[in-house]
């Protein structure tokens, strides 16, 4: 399929266990997002790249978390020390297009991640 | 601040029927809203997007309204199918690479 593809599916990690999320978006998509989804919640705005760079991280929770797209393709969010409040879905999402009337993204199926 | 919340958490109504679910923002200097449809197990997608300098936008079976005297906005199916039923989410951009998100509207279509 042509669509975003997330891995793993599902997750789960014991408190404190460091975890990597992989997002590969549709190909020659520039903007890259990444968001939170509690449960029974909207989805929370982490971080943006157009390309490698990293514009907008103003969303990630705590220096814990560290998302990079070295290639300006594949994406890799990071969490370090899990601990039970990060138990969620993250979502990544992908666009052909940049600037503020970049309002269509594709998102992924996602990786529910559940820290015990 | 930034808020983009709905009126109802769920709404049920019988197929064939048209479908109204509403959202209120608070931001007054988004540029664009959008409605997203999100299905169990899936990420959210792209429903339709509206312009704040409009009122109206139609797609293929759905209508989204914008009022921006009262800061509502609402999308609109019509005819709706047993495949509707999901949870619709309304968002909001205000200039920068950011969505921000609703808490979600539950749709159930009856047959």
């Known amino acids: 399929g042509a669509g975003v593809s997330q891995s793993p599916r599902y997750k789960v990690a014991k408190r404190g266990q460091d975890v990597a999320l992989r997002c590969d978006p549709i190909?020659?998509?520039?903007?890259l997002f990444w968001y939170q989804q509690a449960l029974g919640q909207g989805p929370e705005f982490l971080t943006y790249?157009?390309?490698?760079?990293?514009?907008?991280k103003s969303g990630l929770p705590s220096d814990r978390f560290f998302a990079e797209r070295p290639e300006g393709s594949v994406s890799t969010l990071k969490i370090q020390r899990t601990q039970q409040e990060d138990s969620a879905v993250y979502l990544c999402a992908s666009s052909p297009y940049t600037g503020p009337e970049n309002t269509e993204a594709f998102f992924g199926q996602g990786t529910r991640l559940t820290v015990v | 601040g930034e808020s983009v919340g709905l009126h109802l958490p769920t709404l049920s109504v019988q197929e064939g029927d048209n479908s109204i679910i509403n959202c209120a923002y608070s931001n007054s200097a988004s540029d664009y809203f959008i409605w997203y449809k999100q299905e169990s197990g899936k990420g959210p997608q792209f429903i339709i997007d509206?312009?704040?300098?409009?009122d109206k936008r139609q797609g293929q079976r759905v209508t989204v309204l914008l009022n921006k005297t009262v800061k509502h906005l609402s999308l609109q199916i019509a005819a709706t199918q047993p495949g509707d039923s999901a949870v619709y989410f309304c968002?909001?951009?205000?200039?920068?690479?950011?969505?921000?998100f609703g808490a979600g509207t539950r749709l159930f279509v009856k047959a």
């Open positions: 790249f157009q390309n490698e760079a990293q514009l907008d």
């Open positions: 968002a909001e951009k205000s200039g920068g690479f950011k969505t921000i």
């Open positions: 190909s020659g998509h520039v903007s």
């Open positions: 509206i312009r704040s300098n409009m």
